[in-house]
């Protein structure tokens, strides 16, 4: 089973995967951008938000996507694998630029992954105060320095990508503590 974990910056995914793993040990654990090689080049380049073009930095995204999908994803399809983020977040966050339409969105999706999406996906919802709580505690990478408005934007329009790549999305309020949530993951997996 492929599952992944969604949300918006500091919505909880990286801390609810290291619970996870520590439930199912055996899991393959990783995500999106950066698990492999060449994605970890990718994921320098995204996140320095260098790139001009919105066209480039979804195109890079995708390559990382790729590159995932066949050198985790495809070879773990009988394992457990529990990603931070997904095809969603690529979607999403595309949506919200407006330069591609959302057919193109998908069919560049669907090419990249081989139309290998997880089975399942939680999303970490998150309030604005709570959003804008950890945001001040945290050093801003170039995407998250973009605005609370932004990111809340993008939360929506996670569901809508759910929607456009037909894959079941279940969500769950973020702002529960850290062990409540879990225990909802965990009953839906
Ligand atoms: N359920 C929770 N309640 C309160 N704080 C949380 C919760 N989950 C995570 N945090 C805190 O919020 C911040 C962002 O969490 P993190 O797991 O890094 O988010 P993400 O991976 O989605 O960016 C961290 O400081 C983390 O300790
Ligand atoms: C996977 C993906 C991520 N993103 C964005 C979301 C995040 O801001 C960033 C990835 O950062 P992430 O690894 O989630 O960072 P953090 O650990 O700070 O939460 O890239 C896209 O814009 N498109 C994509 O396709």
Redesign the pocket.
């Known amino acids: 089973m492929y599952i992944a ?1 969604e ?12 619970e996870l793993k520590k439930i199912y040990p055996d899991a393959v654990i990783t995500k999106e951008p950066g698990a492999t090689e060449v994605g970890k080049e990718i994921r320098n380049i995204v996140l320095s938000a260098r790139a001009k073009s919105k066209k480039a930095e979804f195109l890079l995204f995708l390559a990382d996507r790729a590159e995932h999908i066949k050198e985790v994803v495809k070879p773990n399809l009988e394992n457990m694998i529990i990603s ?1 983020r997904s095809a969603i977040s690529g979607v999403a966050y595309a949506l919200i630029q407006g330069k591609i339409d959302e057919k193109e969105l998908v069919s560049l999706n669907d090419f990249a992954t081989d139309k290998i999406y997880p089975n399942k996906v939680f999303l ?1 919802k998150l309030t604005k105060e ?1 959003l804008e709580f ?1 945001l001040s ?2 050093k801003l990478d170039g995407i998250e320095l973009r605005g609370v408005e932004y990111l809340l934007s993008i939360q929506e329009s996670i569901i809508t990508a759910a929607k456009l790549l037909n894959i079941k999305l279940i969500e769950v309020d ?5 062990k ?2 879990t225990d909802e993951i965990i009953e839906s997996i």
Do not use: C, N, P, Y
């Not at 949300?7 to 801390?15: C, F, P, Q, V």
């Not at 973020?174 to 850290?178: E, Q, R, V, W």
């Open positions: 974990i949300g918006i910056d500091t919505a909880g995914k990286s801390t609810q995967i290291s931070d970490l709570e950890r505690q945290k973020a702002t529960k503590s850290i409540e949530i």
